[in-house]
């Protein structure tokens, strides 16, 4: 049998297949990452960065560059009888000390893609385009795959290839759902004749709808509508220049060129599991979704994010039940996600009503049933803490050594797990993988605003344990060291 070359092969480059490479990469993991296209996607498709996967790409080291490259999503204007109302699709939330990304961003998805292209290079790696995955087995200490030919022996296989995955079929794992009944095109085009300061829209609530969005970062604009179910579309500028006139009664706007369209059914799809042995699905291979409440590229970052770390720590020797929670924690996730954007999408439908709230900003999604969660079970006098495990961390504004202004986000940042504990004896100690940061009397970080209290509830003499992926795992008192002990082995991080 062919030696191990490598020890993860992804496949499919979109924006899970990326961020789990960049993941990987800065883990010092040995993969490759191949598409079988011959370039770069080029379409805008998922243009929503909520706030929690701004938070993900903060700590992949790429947020400032998203956010210099994208904008703020533009108030929604319905016009109606030669006149027009403006309002907002989300109401605009400030950023406080434990959310620090309020809003969501707009950029398309190629520009996000590109981005992400730019800082795998930066870690020593590339794409490879034009490589399509034809075929693969496995067995107890890995998979071969046929690569364009190629034969590529893995320890792991991800399957990161979309809606219409290979892997997914391969393995014949069940892909159940529904096609929703809506067909619509979607195209990125230069438009001449309308202003970019709002996502205009026309005819909500009827087969007739159309809405042309300003695309953030670029000179163009998406349209999107939807269309008869069968019969074929023209896609041309000239036929979607049509389409345009039709809908909206205008006949000054011009459409130059399409640098990308697409005509296709709605699906709402959930794979029945995530794994088969050495071999995993992410993102679209797993889930896919209609577009209301820009949900799918979100849910597809975070579920590589969750995994990359997890496929790391067990390659470096930590238990294989480490990548048995990804299942477990990814799964529900996305079946309550699917619900959202069809819930969404039903509203769009009966009353045009595109406004989204907080619950699409992915904040308050948790893993509470985690298998990675130490149950708290503890007595605790007075009030429990506000965060317990499985939920999301807050960050918090506070002073490091020496006085230096920092956050907790910046300490939590990078592959290590986390110990944070309030007015609290150092009674473990820091070992790899584990780094352990104090507040109050003889702690390392000043918590000069009470935020690092606020946003955990902290009581004296508690621990909180967070994961790299900035879940919390544990919350104990000084009573329940030894549990928490137990449980750092569980996971790979042994004694000092």
Not at 201 to 215: H, Y
Not at 311 to 331: D, F, H, N, Q, T
Request: aromatic letters at 8%.
């Amino acid at each position: 049998m062919k030696a191990i070359e490598t020890d993860v092969l992804v496949t499919g480059a979109g924006a899970a297949g990326l961020t789990l490479g960049i993941e990987l990469a800065r883990r010092g993991v040995a993969f490759r990452l191949i598409d079988q296209a011959p370039a770069p996607f080029e379409g805008s498709r998922g243009k929503g960065i909520q706030p929690r996967t701004l938070e993900v790409f903060e700590d992949m080291g790429v947020v400032d560059r998203i956010l210099a490259a994208g904008g703020p999503y533009p108030p929604q204007r319905e016009h109606r009888d030669g006149t027009f109302k403006d309002t907002a699709l989300t109401e605009y939330r400030a950023p406080t000390p434990a959310e620090p990304y309020g809003n969501p961003t707009m950029l398309p998805q190629f520009l996000t893609e590109r981005v992400l292209r730019d800082r795998l290079a930066e870690l020593g790696h590339r794409v490879e385009f034009g490589r399509a995955l034809t075929g693969f087995r496995q067995d107890k200490d890995g998979v071969t795959a046929t690569v364009a030919g190629e034969t590529v022996r893995a320890r792991y296989l991800i399957g990161c290839d979309g809606g219409r995955s290979f892997v997914r079929h391969a393995l014949g794992i069940d892909f159940p759902g529904k096609t929703l009944g809506i067909r619509a095109v979607v195209a990125d085009m230069r438009l001449e004749g309308l202003s970019d300061d709002a996502w205009h829209r026309w005819n909500d609530g009827t087969p007739e709808q159309i809405s042309l969005c300003p695309l953030r970062g670029t000179e163009l604009f998406q349209l999107q509508a939807p269309i008869p179910l069968e019969g074929d579309i023209d896609l041309s500028a000239k036929g979607l220049g049509a389409m345009i006139a039709k809908r909206t009664g205008r006949k000054d706007l011009v459409v130059r060129a399409v640098t990308w369209a697409s005509a296709y059914n709605m699906n709402a799809r959930l794979a029945d599991r995530y794994a088969q042995g050495r071999v995993y699905l992410a993102g679209d291979a797993a889930h896919i979704h209609p577009p209301t409440g820009g949900q799918g590229l979100n849910t597809s970052v975070q579920d590589a994010y969750n995994l990359g770390w997890k496929l790391a720590a067990v390659l470096a020797g930590a238990p294989l039940s480490l990548l048995a929670s990804y299942e477990a924690e990814r799964r529900p996730v996305a079946a309550e996600v699917l619900g959202l954007s069809t819930k969404l999408l039903d509203a769009l439908k009966q009353r045009g009503d595109l406004r989204r709230g907080r619950e699409t900003q992915q904040l308050d999604l948790f893993y509470p049933d985690s298998p990675l969660s130490l149950p708290y079970t503890f007595d605790l006098r007075g009030p429990k803490p506000a965060i317990l495990p499985g939920d999301r961390a807050p960050d918090a504004p506070c002073r490091g050594v020496g006085g230096q202004p920092t956050r907790l986000f910046s300490l939590f940042g990078g592959p290590h797990w986390t110990l944070l504990g309030y007015e609290t004896d150092p009674a473990l100690a820091a070992r790899a993988g584990l780094r352990i940061h104090r507040t109050g009397r003889r702690g390392d970080l000043i918590d000069d605003g009470g935020h690092i209290r606020a946003a955990y509830g902290l009581t004296p003499g508690l621990w909180v344990l967070v994961r790299p992926d900035g879940y919390v795992s544990a919350v104990v008192p000084a009573a329940g060291l030894a549990a928490l002990e137990t449980f750092l082995k569980s996971v790979g991080l042994g004694a000092p």
